[in-house]
């Protein structure tokens, strides 16, 4: 069935009237039903996109307002822990408050366990030399014989957005907008020139917004905090480079 002409001409000019709330749910909801202007697509589902679309964005950078740190316990003969509830992506230092010292990270299970892994596999005290994320699990070695807490520091899941007042969690408020209007408008407009072959205008003109967006916010994020380095010592822990 041919869409509307409302649906794929999009109002250009909504984008220009973002005031100095437009980053609030009821803001933004309104903005995308300006531009797609289809009684179908109801406030509701426009929500749900947005905190879905918040939920990527916030997956794909490390976003200075989502860093959070809490700690996990590692009880005696296991090799791994569950990660925090809120863990999203992106395990940036974990310290052994057992032994006051900080542990080497490896980016994956098989790392760990390979040659340059600690070569002890079990240690009587709570000496927990290195460890590895995979999926919601944090694995340690050597494994202990005497619990072990460790404090992780992460990028946490964004709160998502439920009253006409809250705000995207941890997205920076001027870039916000533009990244979620765009990625949920290509969403819907996906959907809404389904079978119009290579046709999909607005599709393709939101997702190259879209992607402009991310590359803002990547360059900000960049310049903002440069969270790529190490984490300060802040705890005055010395770290541990010995390897037994």
């Known amino acids: 069935m041919p869409i509307q002409a409302s649906v794929t001409l999009p109002n250009p000019a909504v984008a220009a009237r973002r005031g100095p709330y437009a980053d609030t749910a009821a803001a933004l909801i309104m903005e995308i039903a300006d531009m797609v202007r289809d009684p179908s697509v109801t406030e509701a589902h426009i929500l749900r996109l947005l905190n879905r679309a918040l939920l990527d964005v916030a997956g794909r950078v490390g976003l200075p307002g989502l860093v959070a740190e809490n700690t996990v316990v590692v009880e005696p003969g296991e090799s791994s822990t569950d990660l925090p509830a809120d863990y999203h992506h992106g395990l940036t230092e974990v310290v052994c408050l057992t032994t006051r010292r900080r542990v080497r990270l490896f980016s994956s299970l098989r790392e760990l366990d390979g040659p340059a892994g600690p070569r002890v596999r079990v240690h009587p005290s709570a000496l927990v030399l290195a460890v590895a994320q995979s999926g919601s699990r944090l694995y340690v070695r050597p494994v202990q014989s005497v619990p072990a807490v460790l404090l992780a520091r992460y990028f946490r899941l964004p709160r998502p957005m439920e009253a006409d007042t809250d705000k995207p969690d941890g997205l920076p408020p001027h870039l916000a907008p ?62 541990r480079e010995a390897w037994a």
Do not use: H
Request: net charge negative.
């Open 178 to 239: 533009e990244l979620l209007v765009s990625r949920v408008c290509r969403d819907l407009f996906e959907g809404l020139e389904e079978g119009l072959g290579e046709k999909k205008v607005q599709t393709e003109r939101f997702a190259a917004r879209f992607a402009a967006a991310m590359a803002d916010l990547a360059a900000f994020v960049g310049v903002a905090g440069r969270l790529d380095e190490p984490v300060p010592d802040v705890l005055g822990f010395c770290p």
